[in-house]
Structures are given as structure tokens and as C-alpha cells.
């Protein structure tokens, strides 16, 4: 349930959390969310802290197989 740390209807749960996010993506890099644990999980799209991306299968191999790429979960 990492795609649940993403949705800011949980921001008293998950405030460091959310934070980190929100520093990544203010840092310049990018956080995905996997849409099948969205829609497991009910998250809803427009809940997702901003910035927050939908992952596709062609976002997620670019992103895992570029040059110098950092990872946090999976």
C-alpha cells in the first residue's frame, strides 16, 4: 500500500512521508503511482499529492533503465 503515502486524504497518517514526497518532486524528480494499486487500494487520481504522476509500463522502463537513477520503493 506505498500508492496510499501518496494521497493526500492521508495526510495526518503520513505527514513525513508526504513531505518526502513533496521534497523529491520539488528537487526536481519525478514519483510515480501505479495505477492498478490506485484502483486497489481506492485511491482516487485527483487525491495524489501535486505532482504526483500515473505510471504506464513505457514511463516505468524509461524511468528504471535511465542513466543515473535513484529508486525509493517498488
Keep these: 500500500g506505498?500508492?496510499?503515502?501518496?494521497?493526500?486524504?492521508n495526510s495526518s497518517k503520513f505527514t513525513?512521508?508526504?513531505q518526502l514526497i513533496q521534497d523529491i518532486i520539488k528537487?526536481?524528480?519525478t514519483v510515480y503511482a501505479c495505477?492498478?494499486?490506485i484502483k486497489h487500494y481506492g485511491v482516487n487520481e485527483a487525491d495524489l499529492i501535486p505532482g504526483v504522476k500515473i505510471s504506464n509500463p513505457d514511463l516505468t522502463e524509461a524511468a528504471l533503465f535511465?542513466?543515473?537513477?535513484?529508486?525509493l520503493s517498488w
Aim: hydrophobic share 30%; with cysteine; aromatic share 0%.
Design 2 to 9: 506505498q500508492v496510499l503515502l501518496a494521497s493526500a486524504k
Design 16 to 18: 513525513t512521508q508526504q
Design 27 to 29: 528537487s526536481g524528480g
Design 35 to 37: 495505477p492498478s494499486c
Design 66 to 71: 535511465a542513466d543515473d537513477v535513484r529508486t
